[in-house]
């Protein structure tokens, strides 16, 4: 598109472009990286707005996914305890609801068979269930709890839940490299009740649409947390996963690394996989 | 037989237990790959040493103020055809250094599951919970309560069943067929917490010829309606918590006799989850020995997520808890009110606080009791439980409890 608008240039301009070109490839050749269509920067929001789609855009489809994690908790002064956990995710067709998961936990072995259903909303609140397998009970539990810690670690309820493109508002920042490829920097404020944030700063890289980055503001609109995503690797052709997170909590010193494997899609799970009862005998 | 508890051997074997349960697993039909199948049996369990200290002198000379147990129990799993049949045995046993009754062993579940479709079945030995409220478990008859392990009546044997489950459009059915009876535990003598009169278990009376024969039936109806989730139970048998009687034992002392009667009631259980609010109610009519009676619990639960901006909850409890017997209903909540608090400081420790009192408006007895609880590295988890009867007439049917309130620490080893 750039370069086709070049022909209705004027000879100035050209010049200007040229000049431009010379001075700042980094940001020009990120321009012409992106996906087309985008909004320019002369519209913040609509331009952030259309990034998170186009990211939302690429992971349509999965239908449902399978995957096992390992959480390692490291506290204050570097001591670590693990955590493993199996995630079950099915598609939601409907782009006006969540996606539906339930999380199985292995370790700690105190906590062996505990799972946890959650049918998530956009604004409103999520649908949760928790399964005790000591007492065989099924209890609904509140899903208010959004900036709780998620097992103790640094994630919170609301960094595992569906990142759905509803839940928030967007505002392009600027384009920037991070690492060997070119970011969009885009702001996202949490439109739904009890989050622990005022806003999420994302760094979307321009080939894959995938998050590289994240930086957590709390609800003093001081830096709480930053997210690195690393090690994607490529599902079925087309969907992206991060293998490795990596969370540092600036204000504790405290920090939690994910690592996912044993990733398959389109399982064939089906959403009475995902009832109250199919949540007893998960595992 | 295999359920049936053996109290009166004190050596326990946890190799015994292990070699029970696997032959037992490997007799039961697994078609063609059983070499195979036995090498996917996952194993998981704990080991969990206990000590007791109680405050008050005891009422009985076998009785002491201090007690030593240790309980295990181990978990084997194996699952085959896509996660849609599994097999799970696991045998519990705990020995007591003071009361041979406590040492005891059950099977909590021994059974064969097998998911079809929108279908689910399940046979063998087996674990049910119905219910909403957090003070008292009124709905939940499936299982007979263990309750040498836990006066809160939070422990359960495991029930023979034969369980047939289906989830469509319009809710979930379960229904229950319950071949065999377990009898609820009790202290010996030497035992505490007891009634000041022991319960002779040996001398049970039934009210059905058939005694612990009796084939009961067991249905249930649950759905979801957006906040509101909503059960209706159905249950015909053998009551699970008998009227204790006095009478004399064959060697002429005094005892309680339990006497099992044979019951119809039916169950209601609603929970409205209103963000942090949960609001709930269960109740009962049930028809035994010629009466009908109404049994109700309700209340909320409120949680206040992140208190003072730290990561920490503190969730409050408050249930009111009734019976239209009334107070000489041998059900020690006719008229009474449960307050709770429930401190989680959602540490990688997983520590939480409990606290709770419950009193009974007629009578102004007061139970009290502590919890305090975290995990010790990876596999150790640590559990201090104190409770406190105070304030207890003799008209109050926990009189025979007040005389022994205690403090005990468990720590188990997981493996």
């Known amino acids: 598109m750039a370069t086709k608008a070049l022909n209705f240039c004027s000879y100035t301009l050209g010049l200007i472009i040229a000049a431009l070109t010379l001075a700042l490839p980094l940001s020009i050749s990120a321009a012409l990286a992106e996906v087309p269509g985008l909004p320019d920067a002369s519209d913040p929001d609509a331009r952030g707005l259309a990034i998170a789609t186009e990211s939302d855009s690429r992971d349509h489809g999965f239908k449902d996914s399978q995957a096992n994690l390992k959480m390692i908790l490291t506290n204050a002064y570097g001591e670590t305890s693990e955590r493993e956990l199996r995630f079950l995710t099915l598609e939601n067709v409907d782009p006006n609801d969540g996606d539906w998961n339930l999380i199985v936990f292995d370790r700690p072995r105190d906590v062996k068979g505990t799972s946890l259903l959650t049918y998530a909303h956009i604004l409103e609140a999520d649908d949760q269930w928790m399964y005790l397998p000591a007492l065989k009970r099924v209890k609904r539990i509140s899903s208010t709890n959004k900036s709780g810690p998620f097992m103790g670690s640094e994630f919170a309820f609301e960094d595992f839940s569906a990142q759905e493109l509803g839940k928030y508002s967007y505002k392009w920042l600027r384009d920037e490299p991070c690492g060997e490829r070119t970011c969009h920097v885009v702001e996202q404020t949490p439109q739904y009740e009890n989050s622990g944030y005022t806003r999420q700063i994302g760094w979307t890289d321009t080939t894959d649409y995938q998050l590289r980055k994240s930086e957590f503001y709390d609800r003093k609109n001081q830096l709480l947390k930053t997210l690195e995503f690393t090690d994607y690797q490529l599902h079925l052709d087309k969907y992206w996963r991060a293998h490795n997170l990596k969370m540092t909590n600036h204000q504790t010193g405290k920090g939690t690394t994910l690592t996912w494997d044993s990733y398959a899609f389109q399982t064939g799970l089906e959403e009475k996989d995902f009832s109250k009862n199919a949540l007893k005998r998960a595992r | ?415």
């Open chain 2, 1 to 415: 037989m295999a359920y049936q508890s053996y109290s009166d051997n004190k050596a326990l074997s946890l190799a015994a237990l292990m070699a029970t349960s696997l032959t037992l697993s490997a007799a039961l039909p697994l078609q063609a790959y059983a070499d195979d199948f036995l090498e996917e049996v996952e194993i998981s369990g704990y080991i969990e040493p206990e000590l007791r200290f109680f405050s008050q002198s005891p009422n009985r000379p076998g009785q002491d103020a201090n007690d030593f147990s240790i309980a295990g129990e181990v978990t084997f799993e194996t699952f085959w055809d896509d996660s849609d049949q599994w097999i799970v045995v696991k045998p519990f046993a705990r020995w007591d250094m003071r009361d041979h009754e406590r040492s005891h062993w059950d099977l909590r579940e021994a059974k064969y599951a097998r998911v079809m479709g929108d279908w689910e079945f399940r046979i063998g030995i087996d674990k049910v919970f119905w219910g909403v409220t957090e003070a008292a478990h009124l709905i939940d008859i499936i299982n007979q309560t263990d309750l040498v392990e836990s006066v809160d009546g939070e422990e359960k044997l495991g029930q023979p069943m034969v369980q047939v489950s289906t989830t469509q459009d319009f809710g979930t059915f379960d229904f229950y067929l319950l071949p065999y009876f377990r009898e609820r535990t009790y202290p010996s003598a030497d035992g505490r917490p007891a009634t000041d009169i022991p319960v002779d278990e040996a001398s049970a009376q039934y009210e059905s010829s058939q005694e612990e024969r009796h084939i009961d039936f067991a249905a249930r109806y649950s759905n979801t309606f957006e906040d509101w989730d909503v059960g209706l139970g159905y249950f015909q048998g053998t009551a699970r918590d008998p009227i204790l009687n006095p009478g004399l034992n064959s060697s002429g002392q005094l005892v309680l006799i339990p006497y099992y009667a044979q019951i119809k009631q039916v169950s209601v259980d609603v929970q409205a989850t209103k963000e942090a609010w949960l609001y709930k109610f269960e109740g009962l009519m049930r028809n035994q020995l010629g009466a009908n009676y109404f049994q109700a619990s309700g209340g909320i639960e409120y949680t206040l997520y992140g208190i003072f901006d730290t990561p920490e909850d503190l969730g409050i409890i408050a249930e009111y808890i009734w019976d239209d017997r009334g107070e000489d209903s041998g059900n020690p909540f006719s008229n009474d009110v449960f307050a709770g608090m429930r401190w989680a400081l959602n540490d990688e420790a997983s520590t939480t606080l409990l606290g709770g009192g419950i009193i009974d408006l007629d009578t102004a007895a007061l139970s009290l009791s502590l919890e305090a609880e975290r995990r010790l590295g990876d596999d150790y988890f640590v559990t201090i439980e104190a409770r406190m009867f105070t304030n207890t007439p003799q008209s109050d049917p926990l009189f025979s409890y007040s005389d022994d309130d205690f403090l005990q620490l468990r720590v188990a080893k997981y493996f």
